[in-house]
């Protein structure tokens, strides 16, 4: 058995909706590997186990008992909730605000002219299993009410004889007292001990009581599914290895946490697989010289798409995951139904309409032979030959005549050509990838033209050359196994843990020292924490940030605030980066106006344990497009020119330095690029492809 000194393999796993995709990192030689195993979504650990076996078999000589350390990036929270499958709920608030969830907040979507008839959408707990208890706290915390501990106990029996055991407790002002969410939790582990418990002040200690309230529900309703997943997972891959394996879970913040821990706070998984993707991208690109980027991440599934401006993806407090609002710290990530095994279907005008519903890995596109019955975008490409007939380099044989005869119907019924439907159904995929890219920069005041894209997951890259078209974007950049880039980001990300605490107060009016206090505390959280994941005191690292605004506004901008202790020059420098920060957001500030006054709302620090990332390695030039070529292939780019002879490249053989002139195929073991006529791919010394229009960039 190998030293734990010894043991150097770290493994990243990302598991989606078709496919888990698994990269080792053999830090003794640099070496990385990566491989697909396709997933199981009866029992995700299965495929999860699966992708371990199959990696370590790749690297010759290698076991169990080499691993040092296992990331993964999970999608149990997120499919949860996206799904609505939220099981028996109950919450505990302070009495007289039991209709909090229906009150919520005014938000209507698409505006109000194309809205006379929204509903808001059904509250995650029915009102019928909303309970308040006595007792009330002002906003600095202080005791208005006393704990009513009798109501406290009926309550809890009434969640019991009802067999109600996951409960989320929130009461008005917890952010800045949680001594009655503490007493509540008390009362429930001795009147209620089976119940699964969410407190407002663990798990989102900032003010906004809706908001906070929607949060801690949402932690509660995950807890008990992905914590028996998590628990699986360890478990048995502790059985296989015969020892202890470190084991990490992604956070929706660009972090890692010990699953140990994650059970602990479900929710910060909830963007766990996309935000993998998005960092592992951004450090690509950053390498190879980009430093505003745009990610797009094409699974199964769905696509996922986000900012990267100067090597770090933008951060939000204010995303969702379907109609639930989550407001933790998240990577800024729009996800659109358009995936590989997104279902091209008629709607009632009798019009092509492409997701969001998806074929998912079971039964999976027609072309999969398993059983589907539906058309999908991943049929489209075989049909039009723009994937070869089979995947992950000849494991998984692809049925193009049941691809090709459903795709022939549908186009019997909208009284197309087979090539023309099966064109328009990656059209209209396209379209839905480029309004979400759209969503993240012009909705935000960016312009789309000044990013390059960069592309991957198994058909993120399929339909690059259209996006082109569709946004004007200049170039693209697909990095090496683009298939496991989410799996990659899994082995750069550090162990990250957030923590928060509401301090409103204006600007003229803040006590430097008591601002100082705040934030040893939250740092003395985060240290504790980094100490329990293992990182000893020289190597934690802490960030401190603060959300401001302008007194009135009713949402802040989070500005970084210097280490050290604080004093009022220091603040004044905060404030003045807030003014700056604004102006880039949102086209102008008030530095000058004395009649508006800047306020603070939240301190928050960011408790760091870096890891060694894998080496992007250089590599040497000295091929041709001869070299790598696999033959060629019919292919249809456009209905009207039908199918051409297209030369088929294998990527690996692809020389830094090579030139590819369109139209060609460029193939690998996970991913496909078709490359359109009129557009030039190069590959630079990273092996990266980077695609441009017209000539090489």
């Known amino acids: 058995m190998a030293h734990p000194a010894t043991r150097r393999i770290r493994i990243g796993i990302d598991t989606g909706g078709t496919f888990t995709d698994v990269v080792a990192f053999d830090s003794s030689s640099g070496r990385t590997v990566t491989t697909k195993t396709p997933s199981t ?208 879970v992604m956070k929706s913040n660009g972090g890692v946490l010990s699953a140990d821990e994650v059970v602990h706070q479900p929710i910060t998984t909830v963007l766990s697989g996309p935000a993998a993707g998005a960092l592992g991208a951004a450090l690509i690109a950053q390498v190879a010289g980009f430093d505003r980027v745009l990610t797009s991440d094409g699974g199964g599934t769905s696509t996922d798409v986000s900012v ?197 107060a204006l600007h003229e009016q803040l006590d430097a020292p008591r601002v100082s206090e705040v934030y040893d505390a939250l740092t003395t959280q985060a240290a504790k924490a980094l100490s329990t994941e293992g990182f000893t005191e020289d190597q934690h690292v802490f960030a401190r940030t603060a959300d401001l605004r302008y007194f009135g506004q009713a949402f802040e901008v989070r500005v970084p605030v210097p280490e050290g202790d604080l004093d009022a020059a220091a603040l004044d420098r905060v404030a003045e980066h807030f003014h700056a920060e604004h102006r880039a957001l949102y086209g102008y500030d008030f530095s000058g106006d004395p009649t508006q006054q800047v306020e603070w709302v939240n301190l928050r620090v960011s408790g760091i344990g870096p890891i060694q990332r894998p080496e992007i390695r250089r590599h040497t030039g000295g091929g041709d497009v001869a070299g790598a070529s696999r033959g060629t292939r019919p292919v249809c780019f456009a209905p009207d020119d039908g199918f051409v002879e297209t030369p088929l490249l294998w990527r690996t053989d692809l020389a830094a330095g090579t030139v590819v002139e369109g139209p060609a195929i460029i193939e690998e073991f996970g991913s496909t690029v078709p490359l359109h006529p009129g557009f030039t791919a190069r590959v630079d010394e990273f092996a990266n492809i980077i695609v441009t229009k017209g000539g090489p960039a």
């Open 308 to 504: 990267v401006i100067d090597g770090e993806p933008t951060l939000t407090t204010e995303g969702s995951v379907g109609v639930y609002p989550s407001k933790i710290p998240m990577i800024d990530v729009v996800t659109v139904g358009a995936g590989g095994g997104s279902i091209a279907h008629l709607s009632p005008e009798g019009t092509l309409k492409v997701g969001p519903q998806s074929a998912g890995a079971d039964p999976g596109p027609l072309c999969y032979a398993k059983g589907g019955t539906d058309v999908t975008i991943t049929d489209a490409h075989v049909v039009l030959g723009r994937i070869p007939p089979h995947l992950l380099g000849g494991e998984i044989p692809l049925d193009v005549a049941a691809a090709r005869a459903g795709v022939e119907e549908l186009a019997a019924r909208l009284g197309l050509s087979p090539e023309a439907c099966a064109v328009g159904v990656l059209e209209i995929s396209a379209w839905n990838q480029a309004n979400a890219l759209r969503q993240v920069t012009v909705k935000r005041g960016l312009d789309v033209r000044d990013f390059t894209l960069t592309t991957f997951g198994g058909s993120g890259s399929l339909l690059l050359c259209r996006l082109m078209d569709v946004l004007g974007v200049p170039t693209v950049l697909v990095p090496p196994n683009p298939g496991n880039v989410s799996a990659y980001g899994l082995l750069t990300v550090d162990v990250k843990n957030d923590y928060v605490q509401t301090h409103v």
């Open 41 to 248: 979504p009866g029992n995700p650990a299965d495929g999860f186990l699966a992708g371990i076996d199959k990696v370590l078999g790749l690297l010759e000589g290698t076991s169990y008992d080499d691993v040092a350390a296992v990331s993964h990036g999970t999608t149990v929270a997120t499919n949860q909730l996206l799904e609505g499958k939220v099981d028996a709920l109950g919450y505990i608030t302070t009495e007289g605000y039991e209709a909090m969830l229906e009150i919520a907040r005014q938000s209507v979507p698409d505006g109000y002219g194309n809205s006379y008839f929204w509903v808001k959408p059904d509250r995650i707990v029915p009102r019928h299993l909303v309970r308040g208890v006595g007792g009330r706290l002002d906003f600095t915390g202080a005791e208005v009410r006393p704990f009513d501990e009798e109501g406290a106990r009926a309550a809890a029996r009434w969640f019991r004889e009802r067999g109600i055991d996951t409960i989320g407790v929130c009461f008005l002002h917890a952010y800045a007292n949680p001594d009655h969410e503490e007493r509540m939790r008390a009362v429930l582990a001795e009147e209620h001990p089976d119940a699964v418990v969410s407190v407002s002040s663990e798990v989102l200690r900032e003010y906004r009581e809706y908001e906070r309230a929607m949060t801690t529900l949402v932690d509660a309703a995950v807890k008990p599914r992905l914590s028996r997943y998590v628990t699986n997972i360890k478990t048995r891959l502790e059985s296989g290895a015969g020892r202890s394996v470190p084991f990490y």
